[in-house]
Structures are given as C-alpha cells and as structure tokens.
C-alpha cells in the first residue's frame, strides 16, 4: 500500500507541480547557463547509494568544497537558490526519486557516506527502509540553515546539535510507522511552511501519544536554543566527522 501510494502522488505530484518547476529550472538556467539540477550522492535502504535529483540551489562545483551540510548564509548559495530553499522547492525533484523507487514520500532523510559512515549501530536501523522526502525531523529542523548560521564548522554543528535528534525522530518514526501517519506527516509538512508553529504542536502530541522519551519532546517543541548531545547509540558528544 504504501509504495502504491509513493508512485500515485508523486507522479500526479510532479505534474501540477511542473509549472512552478519548468519556471524554476529555466532561472537556474539563466543565472549561469548550467544544468538546473544537482545530483547528489546518498546512501539508501541498505546502505546502497542512489543518486537524488534536486533543483540546484548554489554555485556549479558546491559540492567540491567538502562542506556538507548548508547555513543560509552560505556563499555557495545562489540568489535563485536562497527562494529555493525557502520554499523547498529543491525538495520537489526528489518526487522523481520516489516514483522510481529510490525513495518514499515519507522516510528518515537520506545522508551522504560520510555521515553514514559515522552511524551508531542503533542508528543504522534507519537504513532499514527507504528515505524519504519528509518526515519528523523535516518539520522540526525545517530551519536546519538557520541552526547553522555561523558556525565555524558546519558539518561538525550538524552532527552535535541537529543528528542526535534528527535520529531520534527517525527511528521513532520507523517503529510507530503507518499510512494514517504518513499521510498526516505529508499534510503537516505542508501546512509547516505557513506555520511551523502549528505543525510543531503537533508533532509534540504525536510524540507524546508515542510516549518518547521527554527530552526528545521537549527538544521538537523547539522553544529554546539547540545544545550539543550524542547521538542515539553513544554517551559522548561528537567531537570529530573522522572516523
């Protein structure tokens, strides 16, 4: 049922969504006069690496400067690129991903090897099942750049503030998983870029319903400021991405 879902939205996904896509593709195209999308490498269901679609936000070699994860004061960040990521419209190409089967609408967030590669072995239960566009993490940290505004290392911030309960949320998600769910998480997903106020109340019932534990709750209220803590699995904070 569920794939059967994945393949119906996002192929009717991707042709109302086509319009402000084409639109898109054709100022990425003029800002540059290069290819509008951006191939990223990512690991999968069973740790197997797919290649995902995404309209291209930054400047053309981004990828080669070794930093993976993205503040919104990036300067790889194009000027097309900043409403992409405001809208997430950088997200919509991977409807590509789930109608091939890649991916599923909803799903723990695929990450690059590197950061795989540093997975506990609680966290590799999140490679289980199929990545997907959305899920609990996307409305909670939808403001992933602005978390890391400024940081000095953002690959390493990512792994202290934002990882430890972006894996939390995952594998919340794969144990409490069902369709009445994952559609409630695409429609909050929704209605998180009009007000994410709203999709985090309730994201918090939800998890409360689940019975997580109270810190995990506390932390997705996203009412105060982020602070380092280990990921699920260890009882250290991450100091180093090396291995």
Request: proline share 5%; glycine share 6%.
């Amino acid at each position: 049922m569920k794939r059967l879902i994945d393949i119906a939205l996002s192929f009717f996904g991707l042709l109302a969504l086509s319009p402000i896509l084409l639109i898109f593709m054709f100022l990425i195209f003029l800002q540059d006069k290069h290819s509008p999308f951006f191939i990223a490498l990512r690991v999968g269901k069973g740790g197997v690496p797919f290649k995902m679609i995404k309209l291209r936000s930054m400047v053309i070699n981004a990828d080669k400067s070794g930093v993976d994860s993205t503040s919104v004061n990036d300067m790889r960040i194009t000027k097309v690129g900043h409403m992409i990521r405001r809208y997430k419209l950088d997200e919509l190409m991977q409807l590509w991903n789930v109608l091939i089967g890649d991916m599923s609408l909803v799903g723990p967030r695929p990450n690059v090897q590197r950061d795989i590669d540093l997975y506990t072995e609680q966290e590799r239960v999140l490679l289980t099942v199929k990545p997907g566009i959305t899920d609990i993490s996307s409305i909670v940290f939808s403001d992933e750049g602005d978390i890391l505004e400024g940081k000095n290392d953002p690959d390493l911030a990512y792994n202290q503030l934002i990882r430890p309960w972006k894996s939390r949320l995952g594998l919340i998600y794969i144990e409490n998983h069902s369709i009445f769910l994952d559609i409630e998480l695409i429609f909050y997903t929704i209605i998180a870029i009009a007000s994410k106020e709203k999709a985090l109340k309730w994201v918090v019932k939800k998890l409360k319903e689940f019975r997580v534990d109270e810190k995990v709750v506390s932390v997705s209220i996203r009412n105060s400021e982020l602070v380092a803590f280990p990921p699920p699995g260890m009882d250290v904070i991450v100091t180093s991405r090396n291995i």
